[in-house]
């Protein structure tokens, strides 16, 4: 069981917005602001998509974006295209042992 | 041009060890922070290791004991010392970066009899 919870899938048509949330605890995603998605096309490495809850690093596109309220941070992908079809997952630092905890990860559908 | 390559996976039984290795290209690994993630087939991502810049090292509770990280900065290289391997160590290792921004491209470890 991951230690953020994400629904295990979304969709959406092409053009249109999707919001994938990401929930945690005090520990995590409430108690700092270190929040990052990641992206994973099948058979691919991960790719960052989001840091630090809303940065985005250079070359990915500003249609994705990111957010925080209280334990849950969310990620938005607005002019949904076809190639964003693929893996999402969230990650939270949780203090110095811990490290990191990711979320179950999402399937995005593009249909 | 930042390039993390990883190597050293393979099939070993249970019980056994491993080394994976990641020879990073771009950047200098012992002024940062490196990880190793990784993913059981099917499965999501799951935090291993860090070694931090200073050199302080810290596990997932789920390899403490039996993995361990470490670097060779002549060699800008990142390493992970895997024994008494269980077949839920089944997975593609990653090294990455720093908060995780840049990754190789994985090597699939498999614990199997």
């Known amino acids: 069981q991951s230690a953020l919870t994400q629904p295990r899938s979304v969709s959406g048509s092409p053009g249109q917005s999707v919001a994938i949330s990401c929930t945690g605890t005090s520990s995590d995603v409430g108690g700092y602001n270190y929040v990052s998605w990641y992206q994973q096309h099948p058979g691919k490495a991960p790719k960052l998509m989001i840091y630090d809850v809303s940065k985005r690093p250079s070359g990915v596109p500003d249609r994705f974006s990111g957010s925080k309220s209280g334990n849950t941070a969310s990620l938005t992908i607005s002019g949904l295209q076809a190639e964003d079809e693929a893996d999402y997952y969230c990650?939270?630092?949780?203090?110095?042992?811990?490290?990191?905890?990711f979320g179950g990860g999402t399937k995005l559908t593009v249909l | 041009e930042v390039q993390l390559v990883e190597s050293g996976g393979g099939l070993v039984q249970p019980g056994g060890s491993l080394r994976l290795s990641c020879v990073v290209s771009?950047?200098?690994?012992?002024?940062?922070?490196m990880n190793w993630v990784r993913q059981a087939p099917g499965k999501g991502l799951e935090w291993v290791s860090v070694i931090y810049s200073g050199g302080s090292t810290y596990y997932a509770d789920s390899v403490k004991g039996r993995f361990t990280i470490s670097r060779d900065n002549s060699k800008n290289t990142l390493y992970l010392q895997m024994s008494s391997l269980r077949p839920e160590d089944t997975a593609v290792y990653y090294c990455a970066r720093n908060g995780f921004d840049y990754w190789g491209q994985g090597t699939l470890v498999t614990v199997s009899s």
């Open positions: 990650c939270s630092y949780a203090g110095t042992y811990t490290f990191r905890v």
């Open positions: 771009g950047f200098t690994v012992s002024n940062n922070y």
